[in-house]
């Protein structure tokens, strides 16, 4: 079992920034690949980023690129989405998820989910 904790979310103004907080907890969290998703108001929860186990690979959705940075400290067991740039259309809950698969995008591929917590840019 891995217990996943967000923190860090809250209202923006458009152009702002927000660092994301995820604090897992479990056996040997430190080898599962950890994401970032997140739902708007009446869409599908969508993919944001991905980190492997070690930190060395990472990938982001094309919305995130350039913009949003995931990293990961697995002495705390804890991985980050730093959020630049922030845009009214960023607005939604985002959700830590842990996979074992390597760099999963689909949310059916993630077997661990947190509550999320709210992000909101307002414009």
């Known amino acids: 079992q891995v217990q996943l904790v967000e923190s860090g979310g809250g209202l923006v103004q458009a152009g702002g920034s927000l660092r994301l907080s995820c604090a897992a907890s479990?056996?040997?969290?430190?080898?599962?690949?950890l994401g970032w998703f997140r739902q708007a108001p009446g869409k599908e929860r969508e993919f944001v980023a991905a980190i492997n186990w070690s930190g060395g690979s990472t990938y982001g959705a094309d919305s995130a690129k350039g913009r949003f940075t995931i990293s990961r400290d697995n002495a705390k067991n804890t991985v980050y989405l730093e959020m630049n740039i922030l845009k009214p259309e960023d607005t939604g809950v985002y959700y830590c998820?842990?996979?074992?698969?390597?760099?999963?995008?689909?949310?059916?591929?993630?077997?661990?989910w947190g509550q999320g917590t709210q992000v909101t840019v307002s414009s």
């Open positions: 479990g056996r040997t969290v430190s080898r599962y690949s």
């Open positions: 998820a842990a996979t074992s698969l390597f760099l999963a995008t689909m949310r059916g591929q993630y077997n661990y």
